[in-house]
């Protein structure tokens, strides 16, 4: 009887401090109300957020406006970038992915969300795919 060997990809997701700020600052601008926006760069770095407004308008979803997501991918296409994440807001938590969430996922990207818990920001990453989801860690630099 032999040893199996188990191979677990972790992924992970790069990003500044600078860049986690300033989604901060956005997501918490937008409280009570979800905000969005997209995470573009190369190999799991993040070099480009794409703020996206929420045409939900609402708190507890997010619908990201078309014509700033046509941008924004047009952006990254003729930059030759790829799309690595989609973040979004939960100013009221939880910390992780809701129901909704996995429901509509639609790409296979890193979901961050940032949420609003003891009134304090926290931010996570999340892998996504057939109704199922794990955490992908982000890695934030100096
Ligand atoms: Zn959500």
Redesign the pocket.
């Known amino acids: 009887m032999g040893f199996g060997t188990l191979f677990i990809a972790m992924q992970s997701l790069s990003l500044s401090k600078e860049q986690l700020q300033e989604m901060t600052a956005y997501v918490h601008a937008h409280a009570p109300l979800?905000a969005c926006g997209l995470l573009a760069g190369k190999n799991s770095q993040v070099e480009k957020i794409f703020f996206v407004q929420n045409q939900a308008q609402s708190p507890?979803?997010?619908v990201m406006d078309p014509i700033d997501q046509l941008h924004a991918f047009e952006w990254i296409e003729s930059n030759d970038m790829d799309l690595l994440g989609i973040f979004?807001?939960?100013p009221a938590g939880p910390e992780t992915?809701?129901p909704?969430?996995i429901a509509e996922a639609a790409y296979a990207v890193t979901?961050v969300?940032l949420a609003c818990v003891d009134s304090e920001w926290r931010t996570r990453g999340f892998w996504i795919e057939n109704g199922e989801f794990r955490e992908v860690s982000l890695q934030v630099n100096e």
């Open positions: 979800e507890v979803r997010y979004h807001s939960h992915v809701s909704t969430d979901y969300i």
